[in-house]
């Protein structure tokens, strides 16, 4: 019978297209249907799945992306909080941003839906949108549902009634969005939309049925692939280790497995064990995109290869600076060889030959200082460095820190149970008109906590930002501050036309001071005809770029010098106006230094110029292309600009590592700079590692204790004194010595 039933079943397969189906009876003879297919599928429900590939895996694969975000795992959703961005507005007043824009016959029919909402619920439309009731404001953002609201309108000059249910901002918008053909609306509308985990997938970019592919270790634990990539590469790296498999399965996978498991070994070896798979590169720090790169090669195991790394210790810790210099001396013990461009002490010292260059920086370096192993580079005379390793120059600790007011009065900010990412429910304090350095091991939480929370919420709350602040229950003390400004290392502008004197504001001056002269009056030049960005009195051959832009297909960009005005960037009528012998183009042309000097009977321009020089940048030329400066000349440009400015006194500032790139002497006079702002009465939050600047601070808020999961707690809030006394603090284990 085996035989015949085994034709059977094949020949029902082959005509039921894989399917078959199985006529069973019972002991009463009651016939029941069993379904049975060979295919990837569900018989009851005739769902089926091709057989699965690695593609099916790929949120970047159409095979695997789950069809409502196409594998982007968010989607653009209509923000009520943008809807309304000042609350304590009344609706009459204009509370509501999306009514009061648009053509008049669309304001006029917002007006009287306006005035029918409010002559349904009875509300007062003069009172603050805050104090309206809750089911007010939700009919309002979500519509009334099956229940009508009458509203007047007139037609061809008659009055009519017209009762149907309010659809709700929130919908309306979000159907405009989807339906309208206008790109110029659908701009209009996404100024109102934040991003939110995709509705279907819950942000795992997925589709359900590659989600339901889970596999197990040993202690029965079962992960599908978006939840092992939300591991950290320490947990997937312990994960891979315990796998469930039989002996056959284990055949199977052991290659695949012993080629994921040493390279998260190599990351681990670089220090980021923290790190989840799924971490966006857009938000790693430079160091920890180089760390990437640096396992990378190390799990290569090549030899004879020359390796420049610039500046690998950005966003480490000092304890795992160790961790860092074995990998780089791996690497050279495979026979490679391996140039480092460093500021770090104990990566200096553990160097094997060092090249020192300065004397100073811009025109004033350029020359081999010194060169050798440390004792040779110790004994150099004309050597900052030297003088820095040696203790002849040293970084002093203040004598004197401010102190922040009593906790239970005001003169905090303070961010009530943060818990986005590792964050442990914290609430944090931050004292206002101190200097605080934010601290703890890498991936401890230090960004989170200010930059995706903080950040996020007084940007959102001074500017009406899109971006949302990461899981938080309150922000008090926000009333104590009147801006937030943000100094990091990124470019002060896009193209070779941004330079200091223009984004510090000196220009202006300049240009209205070469209005003014005798010349330019007799000629009728105003201000604008110095500008070398409108139409009068720059090359219009370059447009008064100096540059001209060369476009190549599949390549970077070309800037040759321009031919008309070989790189002078303006007319020659304009260049015949000279001040004390200096045309405007001599000026661009001149450094810091020389401008700070030539225009010393100017305070307007000479204000901005001291403080530039008081940031360390007397080497920079005026008319420098931004493109062309560094990071943490960048970000002392914008400290500069800060320092010109009138203190308010109430301004917080928000920087992120700012000692990136910065020798010695350059963090003492950052170090000067931040002090200048503090003294004015301003806050200063600082998220650091760098240990000289550590000890300078007023306060210090240290996470940890490790990182990831082990992280996200605080350790310990003072002065740097007191967090050197914590015995479970890895910050204080560095600082003690420096603070002797």
């Known amino acids: 019978m085996r035989v015949r039933l085994a034709d059977s079943v094949d020949t029902a397969l082959k005509w039921g297209g894989n399917e078959l189906i199985v006529l069973r009876s019972d002991s009463r003879e009651q016939w029941s249907t069993e379904r049975f297919s060979t295919n990837y599928a569900t018989s009851d429900s005739n769902f089926s799945l091709g057989e699965l590939s690695p593609k099916h895996f790929s949120f970047n694969s159409h095979l695997g992306a789950c069809p409502a975000c196409h594998g982007l795992g968010t989607q653009l959703v209509v923000d009520p909080e943008l809807v309304i961005p000042e609350p304590e507005k009344s609706i009459a007043a204009g509370a509501i941003i999306p009514w009061r824009r648009g053509p008049k016959r669309m304001q006029a029919y917002y007006r009287k839906l306006q005035g029918a909402l409010v002559k349904h619920f009875r509300i007062n439309e003069d009172a603050p949108f805050s104090d309206l009731p809750d089911n007010f404001k939700n009919a309002l953002y979500f519509g009334t549902g099956e229940t009508p609201i009458e509203m007047n309108f007139s037609a061809n000059g008659r009055k009519e009634k017209l009762t149907k249910p309010f659809e709700g901002i929130v919908p309306q918008m979000q159907r405009l969005y989807a339906e309208t053909e206008s ?87 670089v220090g980021l064990g923290y790190l989840t798979l799924d971490r966006e590169s857009g938000t790693l720090s430079g160091g920890e995109a180089q760390r990437i790169r640096l396992a990378t090669q190390i799990g290569s195991g090549l030899a004879g290869v020359l390796y420049v790394l610039d500046e690998p210790s950005i966003g480490l810790h000092h304890r795992d600076n160790a961790r860092l210099l074995g990998t780089l001396g791996r690497l050279r013990d495979l026979g490679n060889s391996v140039i480092v461009v460093e500021h770090d002490e104990e990566t200096i010292r553990a160097a094997d030959h060092i090249i020192d260059l300065g004397p100073g920086a811009g025109p004033r370096g350029g020359e081999i200082v010194a060169q050798g192993t440390v004792a040779d580079i110790l004994g150099a005379k004309n050597s900052a460095t030297a003088d820095y390793l040696s203790g002849r120059a040293k970084i002093q600790v203040p004598r004197q820190r401010i102190e922040p007011t009593a906790q239970n009065g005001s003169g905090w900010l303070i961010v009530v149970s943060a818990s986005e990412n590792n964050l442990k429910h914290i609430t944090v304090s931050f004292p206002l008109g101190c200097f605080t350095c ?159 000097r030539f225009f010393r009977n100017v305070p307007s321009v000479s204000d901005k110029l001291n403080a530039l020089l008081d940031v360390g940048l007397g080497y920079l030329r005026l008319g420098q292309a931004g493109t062309t400066l560094s990071g943490g000349e960048a970000q002392r440009v914008k400290l500069a600009t800060e320092l ?45 590692h760098n240990l000289e600047m550590i000890k300078c601070a007023d306060w210090v808020i240290d996470l940890g204790p490790e990182g990831g999961e082990g992280g996200g707690a605080i350790i310990g809030a003072g002065p740097p004194e007191k967090i050197a006394d914590f015995p479970n603090s890895y910050t204080g284990k560095f600082l003690r010595p420096l603070l002797r």
């Open 438 to 596: 934010v601290t703890g091991v890498s991936g401890s939480g230090k960004s989170t906590l200010v930059d995706d929370i903080l950040r996020r919420a007084l940007f959102r709350h001074f500017y009406n930002s899109k971006e949302r602040p990461g899981a938080f229950r309150s922000l008090r003390g926000v009333e104590q501050i009147d801006k937030a400004i943000v100094i990091d290392q990124s470019a002060i502008g896009r193209t070779p036309r941004s330079n200091p004197i223009t984004y510090t504001g000196a220009f202006t001056p300049i240009r209205e001071l070469f209005a003014q002269l005798p010349a330019a009056r007799v000629r009728g030049y105003d201000a604008g005809r110095f500008s070398f960005n409108v139409k009068g009195g720059r090359c219009e051959n370059c447009e008064g770029g100096g540059l001209i832009k060369i476009e190549m297909h599949f390549l970077p960009d070309v800037y040759v010098e321009c031919e008309v005005c070989h790189g002078r960037r303006y007319n020659r009528e304009t260049l015949e106006i000279t001040y004390k012998g200096k045309n405007i183009a001599d000026v661009l042309d001149m450094s810091v230094d020389e401008a700070a």
């Open 183 to 269: 790109e110029f609306t659908r701009n209009r509308i996404r100024s109102f939309m934040t991003r939110e985990p995709c509705q279907v997938c819950s942000g795992a970019r997925l589709r359900p049925e590659i989600l339901a592919v889970t596999i197990r270790d040993q202690s029965d634990r079962e992960l599908n692939i978006y939840q092992f990539s939300k591991l950290t590469i320490g947990a997937a790296a312990d994960f891979i280790s315990r796998i469930a498999l039989t002996a056959q399965q284990r055949q199977i996978a052991v290659e695949v497995m012993r080629e994921i498991e040493s390279r998260l070994q190599f990351l681990l070896e």
């Open 644 to 688: 010109a400015k009138k203190a308010t006194g109430r301004t917080f500032y928000i920087l992120d590592e700012p000692t990136t790139g910065l020798h010695f002497a350059d963090i003492e006079k950052l170090l000067q700079v931040l002090m200048k702002l503090r003294d004015a009465g301003n806050t200063l939050v600082v998220i650091e």
